[in-house]
């Protein structure tokens, strides 16, 4: 008799032994799995705050950008219909000096190589002059500067040319400050006179410019 109780309570303190190491380890699975939650949520609570405070501040940027474009256009109707242009012609004439401000910008700084719109250019800018063109050279480089059309720092690129003329001298004077006064910038470089007052040859070595256009980069960031 005393041994089956000695084996019964044997036999409860295995089972209660038992128990215990099985709440043990239910409760270390727990106290685990509760930290590793509680750490994914805060991270991921930080996360969605980083996310929030991230979309707050491109909704500011878009809204801030969105009245600068209002009064950017605004301005910039109020620039071209001005019924007298910068260079004193009409804003909606057909003539040498007529034409918007934004024509008149986009003719003094074009945005791509165009070397047989300028060859025009010049023609025409020596025929009213009253000067005989001998000859108008440079390299047509439209090709090779197709990569340089956008950029998103635009700078002036050179346009180089020559020309040789001939009329009289007060036509060549003429001449040299119609280049002087013009909208689109003109840099002499190398400049020889040859013949008399009534009779002259002039030849230029000289460069223009044209800018590339603005280039717009719409980035996207990545919240990490």
Known sequence: MAKANSFTKRSLIDQANTTIVVSAAIAAFLLVFTLVATKTLIGQAFYQNRVVNTKKTALKTLKA??????????????????????????????????????????????PSYDFPALATSLEKILTTQGLQIQSISGTDDEVAQQNNSQSSAPQPVAIPFQLQVSGSYAAIQNLAKTFEASIRPFQIQTMSLSGSQSSMTLSITAQTYYQPAKQLQITTEVVK
């Open 65 to 110: 950008d969105l009245n600068a474009r209002t009064d950017l256009s605004n301005s910039y109707q109020s620039f071209v219909n001005t019924p007298t242009n910068l260079i004193g012609g009409s804003s909606t004439g057909t003539g040498d000096r007529d034409g918007d401000n934004g024509k008149i910008v986009l003719d003094a700084l074009p």
